[in-house]
């Protein structure tokens, strides 16, 4: 019985560091423009299939997988240069929709440049199953949650020391006084973008081992990772972080325990009862306004 409980819970923590990755990109878009960037799955999606198709090409693993993230990141940028800036005085609601159709763009454009299939792409560290208390789990799986902790780690030391991460951090505080004080809150978007598409690109190819990879498969880990930002608290890393893991593993016992038919509901229901109950997520800002 514990065996089984450790199971799931370790399967949950590996999905769920993944969707803890996407959920950074939401927040980190959200702080510097309070833009939800709905082309994040997008991003997972780019990640592991250039990945597969850099290989495929011949390529070494470490190479696809840095070209694969520098294509991410171009393309991320490119977004916010063609398509959000000359916007951004269209107010939140128009930004959110050219967000979404970016979406569907990036997805066809992958359809048409590569292909509907499915694909494999093989661990980094072999596939041999490690034992823990009855339980098994994969090397990958340690990949995906260590690769959470890095990016966690870099994101905060580049937040807390870094000169460019305060100047962001700014920005999401209080733009109009960013600006006063000599901070271009244009860079800071456009960065914010490529910041984003990087975490994303990160999770598609840490999860691409474990899952396969195809051009539709941003849809439901972005949808996920926006539970998981909304759960955590729209705009706070840790709450992000904590939220990709909570959404996760409460999706393995779901599935576990109730019926894997219901695995993606679970995710959906969590947020209905967040916003109903707790909108600002758990450790999101509690602010009043005086009228």
């Given at each position: 019985m514990f065996a089984e409980f450790l199971q799931f819970l370790l399967s949950g923590v590996t999905v769920g560091a993944a969707y803890g990755l996407v959920a950074l990109?939401?927040?980190?878009?959200?702080?510097?423009?309070?833009?939800?960037?709905?082309?994040?799955g997008e991003f997972v999606m780019l990640g592991g299939m250039s990945t597969v198709f850099l290989m495929a090409a011949g390529l070494p693993m470490p190479v696809a997988v840095v070209l694969a993230v520098l294509v991410t990141v171009v393309l991320g940028l490119l977004l916010e240069k063609l398509a959000i800036e000359p916007a951004r005085g269209a107010g939140v609601v128009p930004l959110i929709i050219i967000t979404i159709g970016a979406?569907?763009?990036?997805?066809?454009?992958?359809?048409?440049?590569?292909?509907?299939?499915?694909?494999?792409?093989?661990?980094?560290?072999?596939d041999a199953p490690i034992?823990?208390?009855?339980a098994t789990i994969l090397p990958q799986s340690l990949w995906v949650f260590g690769g959470m902790a890095v990016m966690g780690?870099?994101?905060?030391?580049?937040?807390?020391r870094a000169r460019f991460g305060k100047a962001m951090l700014a920005t999401a505080y209080n733009?109009?006084?960013?600006?006063?004080i000599g901070v271009n809150t244009r860079l800071v978007l456009l960065c914010s973008f490529g910041l984003s598409a990087l975490l994303g690109s990160v999770a598609g190819?840490?999860?691409?081992?474990?899952?396969?990879t195809s051009y539709d498969v941003g849809i439901m880990l972005g949808l996920k990772g926006f539970c998981a930002a909304?759960?955590?608290g729209m705009?706070?890393?840790?709450?992000?972080?904590?939220?990709?893991?909570i959404v996760g593993i409460a999706e393995a016992m779901g599935a576990g325990y109730i019926s894997s038919e219901y695995k993606d509901a679970i995710a959906f229901i969590i947020i209905l009862l967040v916003l109903f109950f707790m909108p600002n997520g758990l450790f999101g800002k509690r602010t009043t306004e005086r009228v």
């Open positions: 990109g939401f927040s980190i878009i959200y702080n510097a423009s309070h833009v939800i960037n709905f082309a994040q979406s569907i763009f990036l997805r066809g454009v992958a359809q048409v440049a590569m292909d509907r299939e499915f694909h494999a792409m093989p661990p980094f560290t072999g034992m823990i208390a009855g780690m870099l994101l905060w030391y580049f937040f807390a733009p109009l006084a960013a600006r006063l190819i840490l999860l691409a081992p474990i899952t396969f909304i759960l955590g705009g706070h890393g840790a709450g992000a972080v904590v939220g990709g893991l």
